[in-house]
């Protein structure tokens, strides 16, 4: 599904930036704003098996869109901001925040200086089992673990298979595969399966945390930083939708009271672990706001509209996409044709 929605957007991105059709649906689509999702920020590496490559860009493309955003005399503003402008119907000037999930610590070390020069305000959302250092990152131990095998030896729903993975493509078809069924699982199934391949393929996860994530002292000294807010992003990244309502409603509540008590500083912003549809849909909406979340941001590509204001717990996002880093796309991604044609032409997606 990832791969055919990349392969959608990466073709239509292609499609409309030869054809100019993004002129003609800018008046349409372009929304009141845009709220940019990033993950990584650092430099680009070489590696030919980087499964994870859409969640990292480098600090000169991120140097691109903001240029370009500026260039275009686009306000560039927090989710206070948004939530302000959303609330009380502000639209005369079109706008662009930023996002990062995860709290990594790159952000500091490449995107914040970024930021800086363009004196732009971040929004970083913060899962507090990653800020504790005990926070489980599957998704790269399942990369860590592929990036070391010439096989993965896995049971699926009661077959036992042999996964390929000797050459980069096999390693990546392995990795979607593999990525596909674990998201499918229950957290406690996930757990147990991804601790299982880590111990099989010699992959220290515990240690994977620390080494990408900030901790709270640090997030401390980041979050002293005028133009950073902390938001929330759950206690330990589970599936909202995958757990009971009273699992939700803790990892909404406790992870706030935690960041709140360690950071000394209000969260009101929250980010949906993974985001998607299969992650947050109306129940988590109806939790964000009962647990005192201002705003909640989706993973659902799209601009914000001026109908939005009535869905603050749902709001969409663009990806800043590291398989798109070219500056020639972003008059396309700004103008919100790409995540307009993925939606279906609907401009609210909050269902
Ligand atoms: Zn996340």
């Keep these: 599904m990832k791969q055919l929605r990349n392969t959608v957007i990466r073709a239509g991105l292609g499609a409309l930036y030869f054809s100019g059709a ?3 649906l800018r008046p349409l ?4 704003g845009a709220i940019f999702m990033l993950h990584h920020v650092r430099p680009g590496r070489d590696d030919p098996f980087r499964p994870n490559h859409h969640l990292e860009v ?30 009380n119907r502000h639209f005369a000037r079109r706008f662009a925040c930023f996002t990062f999930d995860d709290g990594y610590r790159d952000n500091r070390d490449h995107a914040l200086p970024v930021m800086r020069e363009f004196a732009a305000p971040v929004t970083l959302f913060v ?23 010439e096989a993965i030896e896995v049971t699926i729903g009661g077959t036992p298979l042999r996964l390929d993975a000797a050459t980069p493509s096999a390693k990546q078809a392995a990795f979607d595969r593999l990525h596909d069924w ?18 099989r393929h010699g992959v220290d996860q515990a240690a994977i945390c620390r080494d990408l994530c900030m901790s709270w002292d640090e997030l401390q000294a980041v979050a002293a930083d005028p133009l950073v807010t902390i938001g929330g992003h759950s206690i330990t990244h589970c599936n909202l939708a995958h757990q009971t309502e009273a699992v939700a409603r803790e990892e909404l509540t406790v992870s706030r009271a935690r960041i709140e008590a360690k950071l000394q500083r209000e969260v009101v912003h929250l980010a949906y672990p993974y985001g998607d549809k299969i992650a947050a849909g109306q129940r988590e909406f109806a939790l964000a706001s009962s647990a005192g979340y201002k705003t909640a941001v989706t993973t659902r590509p799209g601009m914000v509209f001026r109908e939005s204001g009535r ?18 796309i972003l008059p396309v991604l700004t103008s919100g044709a790409a995540t307009a044609m993925w939606n279906g032409f609907r401009r609210v997606d909050a269902a």
């Excluded at 689509?29 to 009141?32: K, N």
């Excluded at 674990?182 to 147990?192: C, G, N, P, Q, T």
């Design 22 to 24: 993004h002129f003609l």
């Design 58 to 87: 480098t600090p000169q493309f991120l140097r691109a869109v903001l240029a370009y955003l500026k260039s275009r005399d686009i306000d560039i503003i927090t989710m206070d901001e948004v939530h302000q402008r959303l609330s």
């Design 29 to 32: 689509f372009a929304g009141v």
């Design 311 to 328: 869905h603050l717990t749902a709001l969409p996002r663009v990806s800043l996409n590291g398989n798109y880093q070219d500056a020639r």
């Design 182 to 199: 674990l998201r499918s699982l229950s957290e406690h199934d996930l757990r147990r399966e991804v601790a299982a391949l880590c111990a």
């Design 127 to 149: 899962a507090s089992d990653f800020a504790e250092g005990t926070g489980r990152l599957w998704w790269i131990a399942l990369e860590m673990a592929i990036a070391k095998a």
